[in-house]
């Protein structure tokens, strides 16, 4: 970490900040990344279980009890991202009792603490205002599957809430713009709090040395991909 290097950056958070509120916001944004790091697994094995469903299993070449535990999974893994997503977008956060702490936690956060918005830092709260009111439209429906059937069941809006599709490309989506969103309002704090971090992001980008996890991709050979290979070897088209 260059020291004086950070000193100087007008858009750094301890330029910004009373360093009273200093760790808070720390612990805010390590939240926040760790949140999107779960989501980014959960994304990734479900892409890889829709991709493997949809392009290899059919009706007959696969007993069905060998699809009970991927199917469980993939629903499971959609309800914790559709949780994620509320969290981090609807939930009303509270700064004073800070309480339900997510992105537009962090955004109401920095417009009460920031000590100087210049220009370059109504930039930043501009752009990332604007994708968060992006990503809010997506989560629309979102919404309505979180209050209605994980959240709470209810009966009278069962019928509604199957109707909506939750697709993968929108969940997808949302993990984008949600990690462009936490680097705009970072305010360099990952960039600076390592030694090589700031090298590292500028190799590899904020999204894949912070988030992503690098064992798990479209490509890689995870503990999924063997489990698919036991599969295989089951189908019934082998077996006759």
């Not at 970490?1 to 330029?15: A, T």
Request: charged content about 30%; hydrophobic content about 35%; glycine content about 2%.
């Amino acid at each position: 970490m260059d020291k004086e290097e950070s000193k100087k950056n007008p858009n750094y958070y301890k330029n910004l900040l009373d360093s009273n509120d200093f760790n808070e916001f720390e612990e805010i944004l390590e939240f926040l990344k760790e949140e999107l790091r779960n989501y980014y697994v959960n994304l990734e094995y479900s892409e890889k279980i829709i991709r493997f469903i949809e392009n290899e299993f059919s009706i007959d070449r696969v007993f069905p009890t060998q699809l009970i535990f991927i199917k469980q999974f993939l629903n499971n893994a959609f309800d914790s991202m559709v949780l994620s997503i509320y969290k981090l977008y609807f939930d009303r956060g509270n700064i004073v009792k800070k309480t339900n702490c997510g992105i537009k936690y962090l955004q109401t956060f920095l417009n009460k603490k920031l000590l100087q918005t210049e220009e370059s830092q109504r930039a930043i709260l501009r752009k990332a205002g604007k994708k968060i009111k992006e990503t809010q439209t997506l989560g629309d429906n979102i919404v309505k599957i979180r209050n209605s059937r994980i959240a709470h069941c209810d009966i009278g809006k069962k019928s509604e809430v199957e109707k909506i599709v939750l697709q993968i490309e929108t969940l997808k989506s949302i993990f984008e713009n949600s990690v462009e969103i936490l680097e705009l309002l970072s305010l360099k704090y990952f960039e600076y709090k390592g030694a090589d971090d700031q090298e590292m992001i500028r190799i590899h980008g904020f999204e894949k040395f912070l988030i992503k996890n690098i064992w798990i991709n479209s490509d890689s050979n995870t503990d999924l991909d063997l489990f698919f290979n036991t599969l295989r070897f089951n189908f019934m088209d082998n077996l006759t």
